[in-house]
Structures are given as structure tokens and as C-alpha cells.
């Protein structure tokens, strides 16, 4: 995607994964399960000593006193703060019906990117590849006159004019476009559906051409190919080192995260995973790489987490890259079970943690940048990447 896309002000059909794709790279790893039953000991004596002490609240207390089910969910959560575990939780129902529609990863729509400039003027379009509204025909830039005959107004939101867009998968709707050079608009028919957002971006740097750019947001069932590919075509292009900015990612499928490393390592420990059920498992590389020998640096924050801690981890320790950031990585290298109950609230259950090859836990504790970057605040009001300076300068000193 063009950098000239990251500036502009909204993203249609990204309103609700940009809220939560933190959110779901935190929880979900790929070892989230759905599943019921399991069992308690309870000792009763303890249980009666805590409906002694409610009594007397019962009894004395001023105020109002919580329903049944406030008073439920705050013993649950109570019992579950006794664990010292932040990542072992309990979601009420509405919140848990918000997180399982975030982590299905696809919705309902016609993919493309909907935006307005900072300064206003017309919503353009970017069609997301391979998504329906490129293959009914929207081009990259088109101005968005219409939808269904109704005018799109200077006085309506992206937001507005996207909830005119969306609507159940299956449906047609027709936009009025007016393509870039033409004078005449034309009325496109596009139908509705399951849209897979890419995980990856990537571009050859401008200030360096021989150094490849690769973002990674989160990491889902696409992100080996998606990044594989990346490497492929950077390496076309005629890139000799690359860059891989897993800054803000919050992680996601373990499986992907894997895959990711793979493309990198040859062999050995990618990490290892102890359980209490299943001892300790080590995940390999396998002896193929794509891109095994190009110098590499991995950019890292404060958002870097879970599944991309897994890869900065191992790239790190395997010393395949060295890691630059303004500061240590988030420390979620855990895998949470998700157990549904039966009033739709769940409880999300650590069952596992990460270590990296050279057995560092990353969970609470995070991965420290090989070079640490003291991003300044003229820097962001000049919109400069500091820490993406600071690769940029380490691999064209490895090629002096």
C-alpha cells in the first residue's frame, strides 16, 4: 500500500479491525479452543464462611447491593484476580460476542479502502486486491459520486457513506464512480462478501533501493504466503537486505507466526511451548528459507506482541536479525483456552507459555532491542521514523 493511503483519515472496511486487531492478536494466538464442562473442588466450609460475611453486608450495608449475576461475575472475577495472571480473565457476554465476530477475521463488504483527504473534498476508493470491488471493476482512485442513486454529499462521513456501502454478504451494490481522466461517471454493480484483509505491506525504500520494507500487522492463516511473497517480489526488484516492521502488531495465529520465522531460519528451535498437559514441545524450522542469508533487522515497540514476539524472539536468538525499537516488546507469550458458559460470557484460561530458542520467557517480560532508539518529539512532528533511520543505517553499514 502506498504511503500516501497511511496518511488519509479513515479505512472502510477496516472500522472495525483497526479497534480490535490488537485486541484479537492478544488473544488469540492459535490455540484458542471453545469448549464446555471441566470440573471444581470446592471445599463447602469455605463457601459457607464466604455466605457468612455476605450476610452481614446483607444485613448492614448502606447502599444498593448488586443483582445475583453482578454478584456472580464479580466472585468469578474475584477468584480469578487470586491467580496474579493478567492474561487469565473473565469476559461478560457482550464483550465476549464483540471479541468472537473480531476474531473471524473476515466480514461482509466489497473491499476497498474508503477515504477522505485531511483537508476534505471527494471519498476516494482503493480496491483491495483480488476482492470484489476490483473485480467488478473499481480502480484505484476512483471518486465515489454515489451509492445505489443516493448522492454522496460533502456533509456525509466516511462512516456514514460506509454503512450505506455494507450490507449481507450475498447482496449487490452499485456505486457511481468517477474514474482518474474520465469525464463521465459509470454505475459499477459489486456483490457483497467475505472480505479477507492482507496482513502485509511492502515496498522497496525509497532512500535505499536495495533495502526491501515489509510490515506485518498481525499474523493470520495468509501471513507465511502474504510474506512470502513479499520476499519474492522485493528480491525481483532487486533488494539485497530487508527490513521487517512488526512495531503496533498484536500477534494472532501461532501457526502463521511459524510459518513467518520459517521464511527466515533454517533448522533448529523456532520456540518452545511448556503445558501443564503436555510438557514441553519445541517447533522447528524446516531446511528450506526464502530469504535464509539477506541481512535483516526486525523493528519492534511497546505493540509488539504475542505471535510477533515469537518471531522477533527467534530471529533474535538464532541471531538471524537484530532487533531495533524504542523500547522492550509488550511480554504476551502465552495461550489462552477460551471456555464459553452458558449465559454467553467466557473465561479465557492460560494453558501455556512461549519461550524462545535460547529458552527466554517472554511472557511478562518481552524482548529488548539489540539498538535502542530514543525517538524525539521533533522527529514526530516532522514525521520521521527515527527507529526505521536507525535500521536503514545499520544494514548500509553491514554492505560498506
Known amino acids: 500500500m502506498s504511503d500516501r493511503m497511511k496518511n488519509l483519515l479513515a479505512i472502510f472496511l477496516l472500522i472495525t479491525l483497526a479497534v480490535s486487531a490488537f485486541v484479537a492478536g492478544y488473544f488469540v494466538n492459535d490455540f484458542i479452543e471453545l469448549q464446555r464442562g471441566g470440573t471444581l473442588v470446592r471445599d463447602r466450609e469455605d463457601f459457607d464462611l464466604f455466605w457468612e460475611a455476605w450476610g452481614f453486608v446483607e444485613a448492614s450495608y448502606l447502599g444498593d447491593l448488586p443483582t445475583s449475576k453482578e454478584l456472580t461475575y464479580a466472585a468469578i472475577r474475584g477468584a480469578i484476580s487470586a491467580l496474579n495472571d493478567p492474561y ?9 460476542e464483540q471479541e468472537r465476530q473480531s476474531l473471524q477475521g ?3 463488504g466489497i473491499g476497498a479502502y474508503l477515504t477522505r483527504p485531511e483537508d476534505g473534498g471527494d471519498i476516494i476508493l482503493e480496491p483491495i486486491p483480488d476482492n470484489p470491488a476490483e473485480l467488478a471493476g473499481i480502480l484505484s482512485g476512483d471518486v465515489l459520486l454515489a451509492v445505489d442513486g443516493q448522492p454522496v454529499t460533502p456533509d456525509m462521513s466516511v462512516q456514514e ?80 537486505m530487508l527490513v ?22 533454517a533448522d533448529g528451535p523456532i520456540l518452545f511451548q511448556q503445558s501443564r498437559n503436555e510438557g514441553e514441545r519445541v517447533f522447528e524450522a524446516s531446511a528450506e528459507t526464502v530469504a535464509g542469508d539477506m541481512p535483516l533487522v526486525v523493528l519492534v515497540d511497546g505493540g509488539t506482541a504475542s505471535a510477533a514476539e515469537i518471531v522477533a524472539g527467534a530471529l533474535q536468538d538464532r541471531e538471524r536479525a537484530v532487533l531495533v525499537g524504542n523500547g522492550r516488546t509488550f511480554g504476551k507469550g502465552s495461550v489462552q483456552l477460551v471456555y464459553d458458559l452458558s449465559d454467553g460470557s467466557s473465561v479465557h484460561v492460560t494453558s501455556a507459555r512461549w519461550l524462545t530458542p535460547d529458552h527466554h520467557q517472554i511472557d511478562q517480560q518481552g524482548l529488548e532491542p539489540d539498538i535502542l532508539v530514543e525517538v524525539t518529539q521533533e522527529a514526530i512532528e516532522n514525521g520521521r521514523d527515527e527507529v526505521l533511520e536507525a535500521a536503514v543505517s545499520y544494514l548500509q553499514q553491514l554492505e560498506q
Do not use: C, M, W
Open 88 to 96: 487469565t480473565v473473565f469476559i461478560e457476554p457482550v464483550v465476549r
Open 106 to 108: 473476515t466480514f461482509g
Open 161 to 240: 457513506v460506509a454503512d450505506l456501502i455494507r450490507g449481507p454478504k450475498g447482496t449487490v451494490v452499485v456505486l457511481t464512480v468517477l474514474h482518474p481522466g474520465a469525464t463521465e461517471p459509470v454505475d459499477i454493480e459489486i456483490e457483497r462478501d467475505d472480505i479477507l484483509i492482507p496482513s502485509v505491506s511492502y515496498r522497496l525504500l525509497a532512500e535505499d533501493e536495495r533495502i526491501g520494507y515489509i510490515q506485518l500487522t498481525r499474523f493470520s492463516a495468509e501471513s507465511g504466503n502474504e510474506v512470502r511473497q513479499a520476499i519474492v517480489d522485493l528480491q525481483e526488484q532487486g533488494a539485497t
Open 244 to 265: 521487517l516492521d512488526l512495531r503496533g502488531n498484536g500477534g494472532g495465529l501461532l501457526d502463521g507466526a511459524v510459518e513467518v520465522a520459517d521464511h527466515f531460519l
